[in-house]
């Protein structure tokens, strides 16, 4: 299910705390991307809280409240292209906005927000039966392999 080029990780993350802030826009695939989540943290042993907000913009600022008290936040959404430019404003709101969060608390931020153009490519990134791609577990597993590279140093 990797994306070409992308790296083969694996890791042990034991004793690894991360917060999993999740949009509840697309249900179905949002549900596939917290399962890869949750599954990625599980198969290396770190244990997760899951924050749910309602939309992909409102993730920026959940992860600003909570980084501190984890290790590593995972941020997951589905923004699907509409016919107005609203789509573009959320999508660099939760890009621009999650990038501020890690490089402000120098903690990982795992970016799992999908931005598609349909309903299709989102379920075929979305590690659900089908997919060719699982985002969420990408996300975790990035974050996981980030807070252990950075363990070593001070935040
Ligand atoms: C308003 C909106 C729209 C049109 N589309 C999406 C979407 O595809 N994915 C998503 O996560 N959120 C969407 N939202 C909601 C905004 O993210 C936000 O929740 C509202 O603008 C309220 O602040």
Redesign the pocket.
């Known amino acids: 299910m990797a994306h070409h080029g992308a790296p083969d990780i694996t890791l042990g993350a034991t004793g690894l705390n991360v917060a999993i802030v999740a949009?509840?826009?697309?249900t179905e695939v949002m549900d596939g991307l917290v399962a890869g989540a949750e599954r990625a943290a599980a198969e290396a042993h770190a244990t997760t809280t899951l924050i749910r907000?309602?939309?992909?913009?409102?993730l920026p600022v959940a992860a600003a409240r909570v980084i501190e008290s984890f290790d590593a936040v995972v941020a997951l959404?589905?923004?699907?292209r509409?016919g107005?430019p609203?789509?573009d404003y959320?999508c660099s709101a939760?890009t621009d906005g999650l990038n501020r969060v890690a490089l402000d608390s120098r903690k990982p931020v795992g970016f799992g927000v999908l931005t598609c153009d349909n309903d299709e490519q989102a379920r075929d990134r979305a590690g659900l039966e089908g997919s060719r791609e699982d985002k969420g577990h990408e996300a975790m597993t990035a974050a996981l392999a980030t807070a252990s590279a950075l363990a070593a140093y001070p935040v």
Do not use: L, R
């Open positions: 949009a509840s826009w697309h907000v309602p939309g992909s913009f409102e959404g589905v923004v699907i509409g107005t609203h789509f959320v939760a």
